[in-house]
């Protein structure tokens, strides 16, 4: 409660006078004059006079009351930019409603100037612990109250800028995000199409081929942001086939015991990939699975770096009579030992250049048949516990005729 003229201070002006500030017109130009302004008061009368003064400093909109118990569900309502909060009041004091605030996560930024009569310390620092951003004493000086207004909101001005420009940074980071993350998936699509391409293949090869990896990945327990990896990495899995001389690549039958160690080759020539230095024996490059671990090697994405481990690694085999480097058991990756499953599965259901494709139920026993030593024995069972799904992806995404 306070006196009946507690706005009133003696100035140059006399008592109370709008023109009390000689800056007063010039107060809040740099704050928007639209900032909503809510003003909390027991007395009517002081509420008023507030009002009054603010409103003759340019401010345009107001949320007031003088019932305490009003205070935060209009506050919640109405979300205004700055509160002034008188303490001393019935019922529900300035106390508690700025303790409300403070622990809503919703309120907690609104800037509240305190007003009272008390002078003393520790009604200041009760006020500072729950939360007050600054004080105004009464009886209340026009002209210090326009500036603490004026400063307050331009505190709050520019948090909020700081916030927005936040806000925006990060919504133009998530853009930028999504605009290299499409991008490389293209690229990615791209290279898989230009591998198979190469021998003729649709393109359809390394679609049935990844989701049959991204099959076994699930029933493995893997979970869903590595199974997506690994799906958009097996695409890649024969990308260093692009290397691959195209008698040896495109011949209509089996390859002889030459021919198949050219296709073995590794190192040398896909080191010259990566380094752009082919020289007039680029026809002779080799092996494809070493080339596709190179290339991707350029990069350090982690979908590039699973798919290099699966391009060098996905003609293992389980008892170590794989190539290129002759891994066994659990010394080949993973993902490597993922891929060959669904590689060969892929590779004996579908036509090539060498023979026509294998029934649906041979193509499934030739997978059983190499558990244990083409393939590893629970990525086999994870195969064929799914394979209702894996023969749907096969239905769902056959080569044209």
Same mark, same amino acid.
């Not at 507690?6 to 900032?35: I, K, M, Q, W, Y």
């Not at 400093?57 to 506050?75: K, M, N, R, W």
């Not at 210090?144 to 505190?155: A, F, P, S």
């Given at each position: 409660?306070?006196?009946?003229s507690p706005f ?93 605030? @403070?622990?809503?996560?919703?309120? /907690? ?11 003393? *310390? %520790? !009604?200041? +620092? ?84 990844s989701k049959y ?12 942001? @590595?199974?997506?990896?690994?799906? /958009? ?11 691959? *001389? %195209? !008698?040896? +690549? ?73 190539y290129p480097r ?76």
């Amino acid at each position: 409660m306070v006196s009946a003229s507690p706005f009133t201070s003696g100035t140059a002006n006399g008592p109370g006078h709008p023109t009390a500030c000689p800056t007063g017109r010039r107060l809040g130009e740099a704050v928007d004059r639209t900032s909503r302004i809510m003003i909390v008061d027991d007395e009517p009368f002081n509420v008023m006079i507030v009002r009054k003064y603010l409103k003759q400093a340019g401010y345009q909109q107001f949320i007031t009351t003088s019932e305490s118990t009003e205070a935060i569900p209009l506050v919640r309502q109405a979300h205004p930019d700055l509160m002034l909060l008188d303490i001393n009041m019935p019922v529900v004091d300035g106390f508690a409603i700025l303790r409300s605030m @403070r622990d809503d996560s919703r309120l /907690e930024h609104i800037p509240v100037l305190i007003l009272t009569a008390s002078a003393d *310390s %520790d !009604t200041k +620092l009760q006020a500072l612990e729950a939360g007050a951003t600054d004080f105004l004493a009464k009886p209340v000086d026009p002209s210090e109250m326009l500036l603490r207004v004026r400063n307050t909101l331009m505190i709050k001005a520019y948090q909020n800028h700081l916030e927005h420009y936040a806000e925006r940074l990060e919504l133009q980071v998530r853009l930028r995000t999504a605009q290299l993350e499409a991008s490389r998936r293209e690229v990615i699509h791209c290279l898989a199409r230009a591998a198979e391409y190469r021998d003729q293949d649709t393109g359809n090869h390394v679609i049935r081929m990844s989701k049959y990896v991204g099959v076994i990945a699930r029933q493995l327990g893997m979970d869903r942001a @590595r199974v997506e990896l690994l799906e /958009e990495a097996a695409q890649l899995h024969d990308v260093g086939k692009i290397g691959v *001389s %195209d !008698t040896i +690549l495109l011949k209509p039958g089996k390859l002889d015991r030459g021919e198949y160690a050219l296709m073995q080759e590794h190192c040398e020539y896909g080191r010259k990939i990566i380094e752009a230095s082919l020289d007039a024996n680029v026809e002779a490059i080799k092996r494809h699975t070493e080339m596709g671990k190179s290339m991707m090697e350029i990069s350090s994405s982690p979908v590039m770096r699973v798919a290099a481990i699966i391009a060098y690694s996905h003609h293992e085999h389980w008892d170590g009579g794989g190539y290129p480097r002759g891994l066994s058991g659990d010394n080949i990756p993973i993902e490597g030992r993922i891929a060959a499953v669904a590689d060969v599965f892929d590779a004996v259901s579908s036509e090539r250049p060498y023979k026509p494709p294998f029934p649906q139920q041979r193509s499934l026993e030739i997978i059983q048949q190499g558990r244990g030593t083409h393939f590893d024995p629970q990525v086999v069972d994870a195969f064929l516990a799914r394979r209702d799904e894996v023969l749907k992806i096969q239905a769902d995404y056959a080569d044209p005729r």
